[in-house]
């Protein structure tokens, strides 16, 4: 049984079909990455998952049940959490306090005070130096960690990240994806992430899906994803690279 997984997941906006009938699963321990061309739909998708929006059809299961009808809030609690595309920080709460806010909604799963949670969270990403500074000091980077720190703090089992990496350096990609191994690895994190950054998603994923018009268009090892001729032709292009990140 997988230990995260959507059934038919469908969302219509109108006359727009977002996300059409989608199958995809997350097994234990996994990096699951998730690419496709803008408007594919995939922070729709992430926004299924994590309850910020009910879905129009079709099911998302957690340890094989089902979390129809869960808010958001429910979802985290439940070990379900994501960070968003634009990090959206609280100005006026110092990073620990940012941190806390994550650690108050971790349910049953943490031990510790929640402020001995979020302080050990922030050394964790790097972040220690900056305990008691504002977000607005932060780079984009720091801040991109300040969004990972607050939902570690949640302790979920499931962590989804869409697009932590976009808009940095070589030098910090290279360090985040780093830290997103670490995540899974030492802190025993699944992952799903959405990223259009394909060196950093290609090396640090286990598998892949593909999403074209809300719907899977494939699925498979890096490797194999990169080699589909119809993933060329929908999104990577004729001239695509792989590499690593």
Do not use: C, W
Request: without cysteine; aromatic residues 2%.
């Amino acid at each position: 049984m997988p230990l995260l997984a959507t059934r038919a997941l469908t969302k219509t906006f109108g006359g727009l079909r977002a996300v059409d009938a989608l199958d995809l699963h997350l097994e234990e321990g996994e990096i699951l990455g998730v690419i496709g061309p803008n408007g594919a739909g995939k922070t729709t998708l992430f926004s299924l998952i994590a309850g910020s929006i009910p879905p129009t059809a079709g099911a998302v299961l957690l340890d094989g049940v089902s979390m129809l009808g869960r808010p958001a809030f429910k979802m985290v609690r439940a070990g379900v959490v994501r960070t968003h595309q634009i990090v959206k920080p609280f100005p006026n709460l110092s990073v620990v306090e940012n941190v806390v806010v994550g650690a108050l909604h971790a349910g049953g799963r943490a031990t510790g005070s929640v402020r001995d949670r979020a302080v050990e969270v922030l050394a964790f990403v790097g972040l220690e130096d900056r305990t008691h500074a504002f977000p607005g000091t932060l780079t984009l980077a720091g801040r991109k960690r300040l969004e990972l720190a607050r939902a570690l703090a949640t302790a979920p089992r499931v962590l989804m990240l869409d697009e932590v990496i976009a808009g940095l350096n070589p030098a910090e990609a290279q360090a985040l994806a780093t830290l997103i191994r670490r995540i899974r690895d030492e802190r025993q994190v699944s992952v799903i992430m959405i990223e259009h950054v394909m060196p950093a998603v290609m090396s640090l994923s286990d598998r892949v899906v593909v999403l074209d018009r809300g719907r899977k268009i494939a699925e498979g090892t890096p490797a194999e994803v990169v080699n589909d001729s119809v993933v060329v032709d929908a999104y990577l292009g004729e001239n695509h690279e792989g590499g690593t990140a």
